[in-house]
């Protein structure tokens, strides 16, 4: 099934931590659409778990996104 491009933004958003001042950037979030929606689906439009839960799968996630994860604190 395609997820929306607007569906994997959102998606991505949450996938940053929320104590980032401006909130991710689209380069960012494009970075960890895939890996949000593969390992913490479940989590979407719930910022604190779905940051938890990348964090939990640090080592699964693209190299991309992992150092997205890490330079937030993760």
């Given at each position: 099934?395609?997820?929306s ?8 958003a949450?996938?940053?931590?929320a104590?980032a001042?401006s909130?991710?950037t689209l380069q960012?979030?494009?970075?960890c659409?895939g890996?949000?929606s593969?390992f913490?689906?479940e ?6 778990q779905m940051?938890a839960?990348?964090r939990e ?5 693209s190299?991309?996104c ?9």
């Open positions: 099934m395609k997820i491009v607007l569906a994997a933004l959102l998606l991505a949450t996938a940053l931590p104590a001042q909130g991710p960012e979030q494009m970075a659409r890996d949000a593969k913490c689906a989590h979407v439009g719930k910022p604190p940051n839960c990348l799968n640090k080592s699964k996630l190299d991309a992992r150092k997205v994860v890490e330079s937030h604190g993760g």
